[in-house]
């Protein structure tokens, strides 16, 4: 048998739309939904009305309710044993931004009791990457003693300001930073045959030789250079960084060095 049927055949009757399996036709039908004397097409814009029968259950599964709506309670799919698994795909999430929700705004303010997704760090004794190929998502891996492991890479960004004097016929005093600031390095040469003194003052302007008290005193050997090539952690100055030249290794001394004799290079932030 074909598919479609013709009504009164050889009177020229109108066609109805059959789908033949073989065994027998079966009509295709258009599905309408309307109340009476009208009607609504079935299709994307228009889909078919359906009621769920009865309401929430003590086992928090609500009622059907109008796409997009929020809903309190946990929606359960429940069919027949043996029933083709319900496939949902998610495709929106947000995690709010409250304090008890599990996102959080940039530059929102931190309020105890907060609540947040915790991240965890690998522990692994010996460095290796936790991936095989570049772009890949790691993990954060620490040591056995719970310090994050990290690999210094030289960079065109940041780094440490310079700060370089040839010695004046005084006592140099010098202002480097007029705020808080650490000192990370420094080569200091002395071409004197005589030992020198370089002084470090926390100070915000240039310090007082012989009156203002140094928090640092270099010696600075004869003819000889004194190096800290890069301090690590730095050293701290709260209110400024400055420093001086002398001939005396005391506080009160203002003895000045020679013209030429010292170059002072300083690494500092």
């Given at each position: 048998?074909?598919?479609?049927?013709?009504?009164?055949?050889?009177?020229?009757?109108?066609?109805?739309?059959?789908?033949?399996?073989?065994?027998?036709?079966?009509?295709?039908?258009?599905?309408?939904?309307?109340?009476?004397?009208?009607?609504?097409?079935?299709?994307?814009?228009?889909?078919?009305?359906?009621?769920?029968?009865?309401?929430?259950?003590?086992?928090?599964?609500?009622?059907?309710?109008?796409?997009?709506?929020?809903?309190?309670?946990?929606?359960?799919?429940?069919?027949?044993?043996?029933?083709?698994?319900?496939?949902?795909?998610?495709?929106?999430?947000?995690?709010?931004?409250?304090?008890?929700?599990?996102?959080?705004?940039?530059?929102?303010?931190?309020?105890?009791?907060?609540?947040?997704?915790?991240?965890?760090?690998?522990?692994?004794?010996?460095?290796?990457?936790?991936?095989?190929?570049?772009?890949?998502?790691?993990?954060?891996?620490q040591s056995a003693e719970g310090?994050?492991?990290?690999?210094?890479?030289?960079?065109?960004?940041?780094?440490?300001?310079?700060?370089?004097?040839?010695?004046?016929?005084?006592?140099?005093?010098?202002?480097?930073?007029?705020?808080?600031?650490?000192?990370?390095?420094y080569h200091i040469t002395n071409?004197?045959?005589?030992?020198?003194?370089?002084?470090?003052?926390?100070?915000?302007?240039?310090?007082?030789?012989?009156?203002?008290?140094?928090?640092?005193?270099?010696?600075?050997?004869?003819?000889?250079?004194?190096?800290?090539?890069?301090?690590?952690?730095?050293?701290?100055?709260?209110?400024?960084?400055?420093?001086?030249?002398?001939?005396?290794?005391?506080?009160?001394?203002?003895?000045?060095?020679?013209?030429?004799?010292?170059?002072?290079?300083?690494?500092?932030?």
């Amino acid at each position: 048998m074909a598919d479609n049927v013709v009504i009164n055949p050889g009177v020229g009757g109108a066609n109805i739309a059959t789908d033949d399996d073989g065994t027998a036709q079966y009509q295709w039908v258009k599905l309408k939904f309307g109340a009476d004397g009208a009607f609504t097409a079935v299709d994307a814009s228009n889909p078919l009305p359906v009621t769920a029968i009865g309401g929430a259950t003590s086992a928090k599964q609500p009622a059907f309710s109008v796409a997009g709506s929020a809903s309190a309670d946990v929606l359960t799919v429940q069919g027949a044993v043996g029933a083709q698994a319900v496939i949902c795909n998610v495709t929106t999430l947000s995690p709010g931004s409250s304090a008890g929700s599990l996102g959080k705004a940039e530059d929102a303010v931190h309020g105890n009791g907060d609540i947040g997704v915790a991240v965890w760090a690998r522990r692994i004794d010996t460095p290796a990457s936790s991936s095989t190929a570049s772009g890949d998502y790691v993990t954060f891996n620490q040591s056995a003693e719970g310090g994050q492991w990290t690999t210094p890479t030289p960079s065109a960004l940041g780094g440490l300001t310079i700060h370089r004097l040839i010695s004046a016929n005084t006592t140099n005093a010098t202002n480097v930073k007029n705020a808080a600031g650490s000192l990370y390095g420094y080569h200091i040469t002395n071409s004197n045959a005589a030992a020198r003194y370089c002084k470090f003052y926390n100070k915000a302007s240039a310090p007082t030789v012989g009156t203002d008290t140094p928090v640092l005193t270099l010696y600075l050997p004869p003819t000889s250079a004194t190096v800290l090539p890069n301090g690590a952690h730095g050293i701290a100055f709260s209110s400024g960084l400055s420093y001086a030249l002398t001939t005396g290794i005391t506080d009160a001394d203002t003895g000045a060095v020679a013209a030429d004799e010292h170059a002072v290079n300083l690494f500092y932030k």
